[in-house]
């Protein structure tokens, strides 16, 4: 339409904030979408504005955009984005094909279970390409449940969670290493290790420890009586 | 515990009590000997006493009338039967337009309550409704009312939709004349009506903006409870729109849009004293949808570490003791003019009468504010006291004492900070405590009654503000507990003890999610102990009868999601107004399924400070690279995502993996003791005051 994207989702944010219960705008949100799709942005506030607009109008539900809208729900983990989505989409839409097996990967995910998931994810390439970007984003969540969970993670541990092997490893560990302060140690044995940023996460001694601590509000309370 | 999810209009609706004769079923018709027109005496009193008090903006007799009067002249004359109509009162009431919308809406609330309200009467009030709201988002409204009967228009408005969801679903045993009925008046009660009605209401009335200005100290609103003492001003408007705050949210969760509700919520802060507390309905239903809908986004127990990201949004306390006897500031005007500041930095002043915006200079290392980060570990902020020398206005002294301890590293010059100080007031005399602590003097007014109070401040972080499911529950059980009893006599009772222990429901599924240690207050444990434990033993076992115990609890708990969309009018005929409650059901479920293997791995990490992932794996009886999966899975369920999409964690048992070892770190459960002090000091502070007063002849 010879609208610059910056324009188009200005409006739309401005629309969803100030007017979000208008059945009128609906085509502008099912278009925002599809701008997100290419553009690799996302907005979920537009997005369940949208749901909702399907939920009381089910009429002009489109399949196609709400698989989209899961899509990127989904590369937004680990925000529970997609559970969110799918508690406003009725039981009979999501009784659709493609909206099961979104709803098995996202399974996959929550529970961790990378292996099957991009074994699941290769079965469905035709589903999942339509989103550009979406390998990156599932990796960038693998790697953030990693850094969760791992100081030291073995080279076979991240190259299953990831879904990267041989010389495509040795690049991205090597991308990591120059940028993000990944480390390689030698492990046990002759197997490689990953030794990832230190953060309150996986270093408990940087956690703040609240175990003493009463809230200080609380304390406050007495304040007027110690006088 | 758990009744069936049968919304039932009318016989099962337990929000006020039931008169014990009434018992119609649905579409109930008046009784033969009903006239409308005809009116009694007492109503005749009543509606010309409460026209004439609202037209004299007597706020108090109207509450009395509203909550007293109108309750009691139900109870005795109206038990079966609606009031009289409101052609037949008009004419009392100079055939006032608004007050005739307000006695209908007071009209139909008592068919709701006491009576089944037939499909016409649904449509009515609805038209009701909007020409109510229409007047007052026109503006024209000059009346102030009770937020008691404010509250229950937004709280009944949204009653009514969402009882009118559940009637047009349930087309199974409709008859031809129902149904032509819904078909001629598809546009009563649309849900696209009630959220722009709610949203409209917020928007005219600025309330958004008018909190904002609050939290500047630019007006008073939780002051003053929303009322214009002063002014005379209408509040309705402004209160409508911040109840219709706490309305959307409730709308957003009949719909299952949580994160939207949460989002229309946020203008309000559930961690301060506010408006949403003085009637207890309000406060009650915001805390439950708050809590419901942190639930269902996972959010059991955050801790947020920064308020607002805002700099100089931090305030501190000091603890004071006076060397003489003190009384308290009440006229906080004379004061304020008094402390003239040298830069606005937002720091806040704690008194019994609320947080008080206090503004002076305090210079940091390079007397920038804006970044957090920077700021050294600092607060000078005083309590304000004031002896009178006599009762003249101005005849008091205040001093403000203050103390601030430096901790190093701070590389800012000692006299730097003082200079700031004596320039904002005069004269300053600065002498040096032990520690490193520094106390000044300042008097604003010389007295012969020369008088400090000796301050110290402490270090402060910022203000912690824990917002979370758990936390909000245990608060608000903790409040039903301790004040239902002066509640008693009210009609919203039952309705306070129905939501009392839904959220004792919810409170037993967030605790068998997410196990917490400490945040629970002991009488609410007891209470919970007393009427989950066998449940929340079951549900942390993970097998089916645990889902099954969830599954009760949470139908027992939740609210009663709607349908929105128009029904579809045409055979086949069916009752699905429970597909939105089996939908989120299902999806709770399964989450909680998700969830399965968490627990047990859970209670092997308690055993233990380090183990292998092998070892672990024989254990649960599961191989290695499952193991894996599992550990990534509990670290992923623990870590919830904030509104601001930082990641909190909420797992009182945490590790981290070093190649093959896993080491567990727990966080220690403290003893509660500091809580049990605290509320035993300001127990005895408050009986000492009592005592106090006692004059002894």
Same mark, same amino acid.
Request: no cysteine.
């Given at each position: 339409m010879g609208r610059e994207p910056q324009q188009v989702s200005y409006t739309v944010e401005q629309l969803v904030s100030v007017n979000p219960y208008n059945p009128d705008i609906l085509t502008e949100l099912e278009n925002y979408v599809n701008e997100q799709v290419s553009s690799q942005t996302y907005s979920l506030d537009a997005n369940l504005c949208l749901l909702r607009l399907y939920q009381f109008d089910p009429t002009r539900l489109s399949i196609a955009i709400v698989v989209r809208i899961l899509i990127k729900a989904l590369m937004a983990m680990p925000a529970p984005d997609f559970s969110l989505c799918l508690f406003l989409i009725p039981e009979p839409v999501q009784a659709d094909e493609q909206i099961k097996t979104l709803i098995v990967l996202s399974h996959y995910l929550e529970t961790a279970r990378f292996r099957q998931f991009w074994d699941e994810a290769a079965k469905n390439h035709s589903l999942l390409e339509v989103v550009p970007g979406f390998e990156q984003a599932i990796q960038a969540y693998a790697i953030h449940v990693l850094s969760l969970s791992y100081q030291k993670v073995p080279r076979p541990v991240l190259a299953e969670t990831i879904n990267i092997e041989g010389l495509s490893l040795d690049k991205f560990i090597e991308y990591h290493v120059a940028n993000s302060g990944w480390v390689l140690e030698k492990g046990t044995g002759r197997s490689q290790l990953i030794v990832l940023p230190r953060n309150e996460f996986n270093h408990p001694g940087l956690k703040k420890n609240?175990?003493?601590?009463?809230?200080f509000e609380h304390i406050t309370r007495i304040f007027p009586v110690l006088s | 515990m758990a009744s069936s999810y049968d919304y039932d209009d009318g016989s099962l609706d337990t929000r006020y009590a039931r008169p014990p004769s009434s018992g119609q079923g649905g579409g109930g018709a008046a009784e033969l000997s009903y006239d409308p027109n005809f009116v009694p005496d007492s109503v005749k009193t009543f509606v010309v006493h409460l026209y004439r008090h609202i037209r004299e903006k007597n706020v108090y007799e109207i509450h009395q009338m509203y909550e007293g009067s109108f309750q009691r002249l139900s109870d005795r004359m109206f038990r079966e039967n609606p009031w009289p109509s409101v052609e037949a009162i008009a004419p009392y009431v100079d055939n006032d337009h608004v007050f005739c919308l307000l006695y209908r809406e007071m009209w139909f609330r008592h068919v709701y309550a006491r009576l089944a309200p037939t499909g016409q009467q649904r449509v009515e009030s609805w038209d009701n409704y909007c020409s109510l709201f229409g007047v007052v988002l026109h503006g024209v409204v000059s009346m102030q009312l009770p937020n008691q009967w404010l509250w229950d228009m937004v709280d009944e408005f949204v009653y009514q939709f969402q009882s009118y969801c559940q009637y047009r679903a349930k087309? =199974? &045993? =409709?008859t031809e004349e129902e149904l032509q009925f819904l078909r001629q008046y598809d546009q009563a009660w649309n849900i696209y009506g009630v959220l722009n009605y709610l949203q409209a209401l917020v928007e005219k009335s600025s309330i958004v903006d008018i909190l904002e200005r609050e939290k500047e100290g630019l007006e008073q609103f939780t002051a003053t409870d929303g009322y214009? $003492?002063? +002014? +005379?001003?209408? &509040?309705v408007l402004k209160m409508l729109g911040y109840y219709s705050m706490i309305g959307l949210l409730r709308v957003h969760c009949l719909l299952g849009d949580y994160h939207t509700g949460l989002k229309c919520l946020a203008p309000i802060d559930i961690s301060q004293q506010g408006? $949403?507390?003085?009637v207890i309905g309000s406060h009650i239903s915001t805390i439950y949808h708050y809590g419901f809908a942190n639930l269902m986004l996972r959010r059991l127990a955050l801790r947020s570490g920064r308020v607002d990201g805002r700099p100089g949004k931090v305030f501190g306390q000091l603890a004071g003791r006076s060397t003489k006897k003190s009384v308290r500031a009440t006229n906080w005007e004379n004061w304020q003019a008094l402390l003239c500041p040298a830069r606005k930095t937002g720091w806040f002043c704690s008194t019994r009468s609320g947080r008080l915006p206090i503004s002076f200079a305090v210079p940091s290392r390079n007397t920038d504010m804006s970044n957090d980060a920077d700021r050294p570990n600092l607060i000078g902020v005083s309590k304000l006291t004031a002896v009178p020398k006599s009762m003249a206005k101005f005849d008091w002294t205040c001093s403000i004492h203050l103390s601030i301890y430096l901790s190093p590293p701070i590389d800012m010059s000692l006299w730097n900070l003082l200079g700031v100080y004596r320039s904002a007031w005069r004269p300053v005399n600065w002498r040096p405590l032990s520690g490193g602590a520094v106390s000044g003097h300042i008097q604003t007014k010389m007295s012969e009654e020369d008088w400090l109070v000796e301050c110290s401040a402490r270090p402060v972080e910022c203000s912690v503000r824990y917002v979370e499911a758990i936390r909000e529950f245990n608060k608000i059980l903790l409040y039903i507990l301790k004040y239902k009893q002066y509640h008693q006599k009210s009609p919203q009772y039952d309705q306070i003890l129905k939501k009392n222990e839904q959220m004792y429901a919810l409170l037993a599924i967030c605790l068998s999610l997410c196990p917490q240690n400490n945040i629970i207050e002991e009488n609410v444990i007891i209470q919970l102990r007393d009427k989950y434990n066998e449940k929340m033993t079951k549900m942390l076992r993970y097998d089916d009868e645990a889902y099954t115990v969830y599954d009760e609890l949470f139908t027992y708990a939740c609210p009663k999601f709607i349908t929105s969309s128009a029904p579809v009018l045409e055979e086949p005929l069916i009752n699905y107004n429970q597909d939105a409650y089996r939908l989120q059901l299902k999806l709770f479920l399964y989450e909680v399924k998700q969830q399965q293997s968490l627990s047990s791995l859970r209670s092997f990490l308690k055993l233990y400070s380090a183990i292998s992932i092998g070892k672990l794996a024989a254990y649960m009886e599961v191989d290695e690279s499952t193991m894996r999966t599992i550990l990534m899975a509990y670290k992923h369920k623990m870590h919830s995502v904030a509104s601001d999409g930082k990641i909190i964690p909420n797992a009182d048992i945490d590790f981290y993996i070093s190649e093959d070892i896993i080491h567990v770190v727990e966080s220690k459960p403290s003893k509660l003791y500091g809580d049990y002090f605290l509320r035993q000091i300001l127990k005895f502070e408050e009986m000492i005051s009592e005592l106090d007063r006692v004059k002894l002849d």
């Open positions: 609240s175990s003493d601590g009463m809230p | 087309l =199974k &045993n =409709k214009d $003492y002063e +002014g +005379g001003t209408s &509040n408006v $949403y507390m003085i």
